[in-house]
Each structure stands twice: as C-alpha cells, then as structure tokens.
C-alpha cells in the first residue's frame, strides 16, 4: 500500500508539471476567478438544507424530495445556468411501485415426499412483481456459483448444468479472478439476470456469504424487510424499466435458510461457499423443489430528475455534453421502531449534490467550449431509475452527450489526501482526473475496493450501458493526517452508518477537504469540455466493446 501510494505521489506531482490544465475558452484568471467562487460556507449550507429532518430523507416522490429538487432549482436559477428539462428544470419520471404482501410470501421446500416452510422474514425475503398481482412457481433448484458466465475469463458457473425451466441459487458478486470494472460488471444483477433466463431459468435464490454476513448481519438487515415498496421507471407504453416476465419468483435467504436447502444436496452449502470464495466453479442441481409464491400491491408516483445547463461558448463544440450527475433521492422515512428514522442522507447524498451545484456555479460564470448539463437525479436508491430514465430518454440527442462525471457518495471523514475515479482506466477521460486531481494536490489512487463493485452501483453506469464514458469520483481513502486511518472510517461508515438514520450532519465532515473535491471535480469537467477532442473509450476496451454506439450512430 505504502510504496504503491509513494509512487502515486510522485507520478502525479509530475503530471503538475506537465500539464497546465487551462480551457482555451477562458483565460487562467477566469477560471481561477471561477474555481474561487466555490466556497466552503456555501457547500455547507447546501448540504445543511438537503439533509435537514425537514426533507425526510427525500425519497423519491415524497414531498421532501419534491422540496429539495425546488431548492435546486433554485440555486441553478440564482447562478445563472440555465433550464434544461420538458417542464422548466423538471423532466418528470413516471414511477410504479410494487410491494410485496408480507403476509403472502411463501417458501417451501419439496424433498423426498416432504414440505418444510420457511419463514418470512427470519428465513427469507422475497421481491414483489412489477406488473402481476401474484406468482407462484414450483421448480427444481441448482446451485450456479456466482451466476456468472465469462467466456473471455475461461470462467463459467453454468458448464454442465441445465437451468432450463429451473430456479437458480446464487451469491451476489463475481469470481475474484475477474479482476476490477470487469468483475463489477459480471457482478451487477442485471447481467446476471440477462444470463440465467437466456437459459431459461425461472426464477431466483439470492445466497448470502459470510462476507455479506459479516458486513451486516441477516438478524440486522431483516429488520428493514418488506418495509418499502421498490420502483420502476414507466414508459410510455406503460411498460416498468428492467422487468423480466420470464421470472415467476425471486427469494434471498439466510446462510441458515441456505444451510435446509441445500440439506441432502450433492454439494453441501459449506462447500458452495467455499467454491465461490476461492473462484472456483461448483454448479450443480440440488435434488429439491422450491415453491415460491407472492401477492403484490402496485401504485404509480411522479419524480422528476432537476437539469440545468451552462450553454458552451464554441460554435463547433456548443452541441455536444459534458453531464454532471448527483443523485438527489435518498431512503426517507423507514420506521423500525427506532427513534430516529428519518434517513437524512448527509453523505449519501446531499454531498454530492452540494459539490454539483457550485460546480455548476463555477462554469455559469466561465463557460467551456462545450456544453454541460448538471442533472440532479432522482430514484438512484430505487436502482438508478432516474439516471437509466435519462439516459434512455435525453433531452438532448443521445449521440451528442460526451461523458459522465458522477458523485455519490463522497466521504470527507478525514483530511483527504487523494483522489478516486472509478472506471477511469477504461478511457481517454483518465488523463483529465488525474491532471485535476494533481492541479488540487490530490494523490491520484486506483480503486481500493474492487470487490464492492462500484462502477455499476451508482448512477454513471446508466450512461455506460448507452455508450457514453463515464467516471464516478469519491475521496480516497489516504488521510493527510498519518495519525488517521483513513480506510477504517470508510470501512467503519459503511458498516454502521451507510443507509442508517445516522448518516446525518452529526458525521464528522472535513469542508476544506470537500473543498478542493469541489474545485477538483470542476477541474475535470472545464478539462473534458474545453478539449477539441472527444473523449473515447480505449482501444478493445471492456466496456467500449460492449456498449459503444457506432460513429454516426
Ligand atoms: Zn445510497
């Protein structure tokens, strides 16, 4: 860690030396005189309001989301950007939402003439269905790994079984062998969704590890089971975003529930978490029928994603788009008989949002070359609806939008010392972040946490899957301080206060840090929509590969 961290520093003090990051729009006193307007007791007051007990967590259609998404707008307004959705500042995002009837929810286990159900709640838990009042499916379980399937890995958890017409069991997450973005993208539940009904599965049984295990216990997390209803973006056909009418049944459980299914099996559950934790392939049918049954209520919302633009100065540059996104939504209120149960989102991420808008409040001042839309993002906790809505549905021409540069998130628990772009190694926007993180004396670090797959939890993902690359910046976990553990409070934050009531102004928030993110982070945007050239994914890159639109298209 040490010397890897050593030479960071010194590659990224010679990049200081290298590049004098200065948009050909402006001169240097203007964007110097631009990057000074951010202030540090602005940030605050931003973050203070959004994660007031008054907004209620701001969750996606509630009136305290509508609150903030006004408040934003009306900081655009007082900054000089300019309106950018269908309906002023808004470009609403029709929502379903489905819940599940708890007292519906069945599990039972079929096996040798035998039933045994298991318990809502203590055992299992169960998704509710986008679209159909009630499923119920009966199927054969097999165990499939990790669910993935990479050829270009010589990696497949579905050689020699047949999951056609079955239910597959299967933990989050990817073999550790796939190394980085890859692995994140093999990990996300779509693709692997994508993967088991191509092949004809189902329905699904979500496996906990002992490192989920240890990150929040099931005793802990089965508390907030069942406790709010989960959201789809509606086109205009009425159809919910990211539904699969192929799945008749989707259940998770416990590593004691795991422990009666797998039961009589070939494989016992120990060995399948042993398999999966060493990467290797251990797939096999169980020799046991599943029912899994439910009733879902459905109701329809409207939430509506904030954008605002700073129209860019060259006549030839002016029609393409740098977006800068944050999410603006968080969990709100979920009652768990605590005494607080206002989620406030502090970090999560009314930071974010803080850092976007006085960047925004940077380039309505000095515009770029190029355009920039600054879009405040709904429903990211709801599965990044309202960056997948927009993406699919821009408002401007989906060609004409350039790159991504997405918060969510930042940690300011320590005097940060550097700087995180994750999915930066995958295109020509890498060399942008570091020199803004150098121009701010910011370490430039790889991803410290490969294995929570970041690159497709957040909201810069939606853009990547349209073709569009993207980063999503976070503080590192350096502290400037030596005598801090910079990666034990990261560490300690997601395990007891990340999705808890006490992510809230009670955190310790380092503002001078946050800071010099905020000046960073615009650096990057000035740096992208000042360059002649467009920002390209490298060659045979991963995700240019697969997502990159044809030119012209
Ligand atoms: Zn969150």
Redesign the pocket.
């Known amino acids: 860690m040490t010397i890897f961290y050593r030479t960071a520093l010194a590659l990224s003090l010679l990049s200081v030396v290298a590049c004098t990051p200065t948009p050909e729009h402006s001169t240097v006193d203007e964007t110097a005189a631009a990057l000074d307007l951010i202030t540090l007791e602005v940030l605050e007051a931003h973050v203070r309001y959004l994660a007031d007990d008054a907004r209620e967590g701001r969750e996606a259609g509630e009136p305290g989301y509508d609150d903030a998404a006004n408040y934003v707008a009306e900081q655009f307004a007082a900054m000089g950007v300019v309106p950018a959705g269908s309906d002023g500042w808004y470009k609403p995002v029709e929502l379903r939402s489905y819940m599940i009837d708890g007292e519906s929810a069945t599990f039972i286990l079929h096996r040798d003439g035998q039933d045994t159900a298991l318990t809502y709640r203590d055992d299992f838990s169960m998704s509710a269905d986008a679209v159909r009042e009630s499923t119920t499916v009966r199927a054969e379980v097999v165990y499939v790994g990790h669910g993935v399937h990479a050829p270009t890995h010589g990696y497949s958890d579905y050689e020699g079984v047949d999951v056609s017409g079955k239910i597959v069991a299967l933990f989050r997450g990817a073999p550790e062998q796939i190394e980085g973005s890859e692995r994140a993208y093999y990990a996300s539940s779509r693709v692997k969704t994508e993967e088991a009904i191509s092949r004809g599965a189902i329905g699904f049984i979500s496996l906990r590890s002992r490192k989920a295990e240890e990150r929040r216990s099931w005793e802990d997390a089965k508390k907030s089971i069942g406790k709010k209803a989960r959201m789809a973006w509606v086109n205009d056909e009425g159809q919910p975003s990211g539904y699969f009418s192929e799945v008749q049944g989707s259940a998770s459980i416990s590593i004691a529930a795991a422990e009666t299914v797998f039961g009589l099996s070939p494989i016992s559950f120990e060995q399948a978490l042993d398999a999966a934790e060493a990467g290797e392939v251990a797939s096999a049918a169980l020799g046991v029928d599943v029912t899994l049954a439910q009733r879902s209520t459905h109701s329809s919302s409207s939430s509506p994603n904030v954008i605002g633009m700073v129209r860019g100065t060259d006549p030839d540059l002016a029609d393409e788009y740098v977006v800068y996104t944050a999410?603006l939504d968080?969990?709100g209120v979920i009652d768990v008989d605590e005494e607080d149960s206002i989620h406030n989102?502090a970090y999560?991420?009314a930071m974010g949002v803080a850092l976007m808008l006085e960047t925004a409040r940077a380039f309505a001042a000095a515009p770029a070359r190029r355009s920039v839309l600054f879009i405040a993002l709904t429903a990211?906790?709801k599965g990044l609806l309202g960056s997948d809505y927009f993406a699919n549905n821009p408002t401007v021409p989906a060609a004409s939008i350039v790159a991504n540069i997405n918060l969510?998130?930042p940690l300011f628990l320590y005097p940060v010392a550097d700087l995180v772009a994750f999915g930066s190694q995958h295109s020509s926007l890498h060399g942008p972040v570091e020199a803004a993180a150098a121009a701010e004396g910011f370490i430039f670090s790889p991803d410290p946490i490969p294995e929570e797959n970041i690159f497709v939890r957040s909201d810069q993902f939606s853009f990547v899957r349209q073709g569009v690359p993207a980063v999503f910046l976070i503080p590192g976990f350096t502290s400037a301080d030596e005598s801090i553990d910079g990666e034990k409070l990261f560490r300690d934050h997601l395990k007891n206060h990340?999705?808890e009531p006490s992510d809230d102004m009670s955190r310790p928030i380092y503002w001078e840090s946050a800071l010099r993110f905020a000046r960073a982070h615009t650096r990057i945007g000035y740096e992208i929509a000042g360059d002649a050239k467009r920002p390209v994914w490298n060659e045979g890159d991963f995700f240019g590969e697969k997502y990159a639109r044809p030119a012209g298209d």
């Open positions: 999410h968080h969990l989102g999560d991420n990211e906790e969510d998130m990340y999705h």
